[in-house]
């Protein structure tokens, strides 16, 4: 009787185990790349967000300035008017009395109406100025958002490409890398527009 081919099971054993770590490693160094790649766009747009927000809060900090000196000149503009009403009731106390004001009552009444009007002019430019700083920051804060949802995007993504490396899973790499896609969508949404 023929003896029975012998078959290196050892041998056979480690060629498939060879060709498991090519494939897995090659795999792994798949979503290594893609997750490294993802973690820059991550950076990116945690710089971006924090950026994006602290500028957007210095513009509201110089809008609360422009809008305590529009106050402060209101107020001014307010005294010139009581200025001339005092004026005005002394000017009125001397015509009550049959007599002619002197000139300097109405010479006041008038120059304190004309510093209204410029006080007015400055108030209203401060209040156009503070307008223009809080359109610019809440315009700014709504790229924030933007970016603060593509980090989040990006750390999911990242946290998936994990698990797919874990588990040696293509379809959770897809979701990581589907995830990423989105955030990078998020990305560079606010930076089109």
């Known amino acids: 009787m023929p003896e029975e ?25 798949q979503i290594a790349l893609t997750t490294a790649i993802l973690a820059v766009f991550a950076a990116l747009a945690s710089l971006q967000a924090g950026d994006t927000v602290n500028t957007a809060l210095a513009l509201k900090t110089e809008a609360v300035q422009l809008q305590s000196q529009a106050s402060d000149l209101w107020a001014y503009y307010q005294a010139k008017g009581v200025k001339a009403a005092v004026q005005e009731g002394s000017r ?29 002019g400055r108030a209203k430019e401060k209040e156009r100025e503070r307008d223009e700083k809080l ?50 969508v998020f990305f560079a949404w606010p930076i089109i527009h």
Do not use: C, D, N
């Open 5 to 29: 081919p012998e078959v290196e099971y050892e041998k056979m054993h480690e060629a498939i185990k060879e060709e498991l770590e090519k494939e897995g490693g090659s795999f792994l160094k």
């Open 135 to 184: 359109g610019e920051s809440e315009h700014l804060i709504h790229k924030h958002h933007g970016f603060a949802k593509a980090v989040t995007l990006f750390q999911i993504s990242i946290a998936l490409g994990a698990v797919a490396a874990l588990t040696r899973s293509r379809l959770v790499w897809l979701g990581s890398l589907l995830t990423g896609g989105a955030g990078i």
């Open 92 to 120: 009125a106390a001397w015509l009550a009395i049959g007599k002619t004001p002197p000139t300097e009552y109405s010479e006041k009444v008038a120059r304190y109406g004309e510093e209204q009007t410029e006080i007015s």
